[in-house]
């Protein structure tokens, strides 16, 4: 709350707006005072403005010439409202407060549409619909835009002809070669064999 005092009394000061910071504001002429008018008609301790429970009071102290609200005497302590009029001796001031301003209150989610998707859906078909915006004509995916290769990642490699290598293509071609002969050599027998066999068969003359 903002709490202040507008000075009303004809003069100089006239208009004049005096803030009132602190939880008990008061007037008199002793010098502990928090405004110190220069009238004799002011007692040393002669009334506080204070607030309490979010609400203004003025309390006057057995004051001699009294504090007055619009201009009704004060016994004790009294409530005071925005716009009212405080007298205090020769002084008269305008009493002027605002609370504070209520905060905004958030804007309120609109209601879901029938058949509306949820959050999850609309998250998933954007970035499905980012996907699809930097996808190329060619098929490739976001992945290809940044460097990795489409298709398949297995290479064919050339062999390499190592020593090693060439030893083993030597063994292999040798059994190769082995096999080859011992075939030819079986098949050759088997010829010789039927032969004799047909000879043996064949009648003398």
């Known amino acids: 709350m903002k709490l202040s005092l507008v000075v009303l009394t004809p003069g100089k000061s006239e208009g004049k707006e005096i803030p009132i910071t602190i939880p008990q504001f008061t007037i008199g002429r002793d010098p502990k005072c928090n405004l110190r008018p220069a009238s004799s008609i002011i007692s040393k301790k002669h009334c506080a403005v204070f607030l309490r429970g979010g609400k203004v009071y003025v309390k006057d102290f057995d004051s001699t010439n009294g504090t007055f609200v619009n201009d009704e005497r004060v016994s004790g302590e009294r409530e005071l409202h925005h716009q009212d009029k405080l007298t205090i ?80 293509d030597k ?33 003398r003359t």
């Open 89 to 168: 001796g020769p002084l008269f001031f305008g009493v002027r407060f605002e609370t504070t301003t209520p905060v905004d209150r958030p804007t309120p989610v609109p209601p879901t549409k029938a058949g509306a998707k949820s959050d999850d859906e609309e998250a998933a078909a954007m970035l499905l619909a980012l996907g699809d915006s930097e996808t190329p004509s060619g098929g490739s995916s976001i992945l290809d835009n940044q460097g990795v290769p489409s298709g398949s990642t297995v290479m064919e490699m050339a062999p390499v002809s190592g020593p090693e290598n060439q030893e083993a």
């Open 171 to 203: 063994a292999t071609g040798g059994a190769v070669r082995m096999e080859k002969a011992n075939k030819s050599e079986a098949d050759t027998s088997a010829a010789a064999k039927a032969l004799l066999d047909k000879y043996i068969r064949r009648p």
